[in-house]
Nanobody, 119 residues
């Protein structure tokens, strides 16, 4: 199992920025895909952004041009830079790691970090 620890959430006004970090307990280059998901009250968890071991990125349409996912292999960290935040970005943000081990496909989650955007 990969341990994932998120940090960087908080309260920000609309138009502001936050940077989330996710520290993994193993090399992120051994993980097929790392991503950020979010879940707002009463809604399903949704993908925000992901990055593959090869460096390919994917974003939800609602965050394109505002959010950027990046990684630091020396620190085994994946970050999500969030700019131009909107009240609808308010949610608990979860880090996720997807990988194969012993012929099994594993999906591990962090504990989540709250992001609140005030209008």
């Amino acid at each position: 199992q990969v341990q994932l620890v998120e940090s960087g959430g908080g309260l920000v006004q609309a138009g502001g920025s936050l940077r989330l970090s996710c520290a993994a307990s193993r090399s992120i280059f051994e993980i097929n895909t790392m991503g950020w998901y979010r879940q707002a009250p009463g809604k399903q968890r949704e993908l925000v952004a992901s990055i593959s071991s090869g460096g390919s990125t994917n974003y939800a349409d609602s965050v394109k041009e505002r959010f950027t996912i990046s990684r630091d292999g020396t620190k085994n960290t994946v970050c999500l830079q969030m700019n131009s935040l909107k009240p609808e970005d308010t949610a608990v943000y979860y880090c996720n790691a997807k990988y194969w081990t012993n012929y099994k496909f594993i999906s591990d989650w962090g504990q989540g970090t709250q992001v609140t955007v005030s209008s």
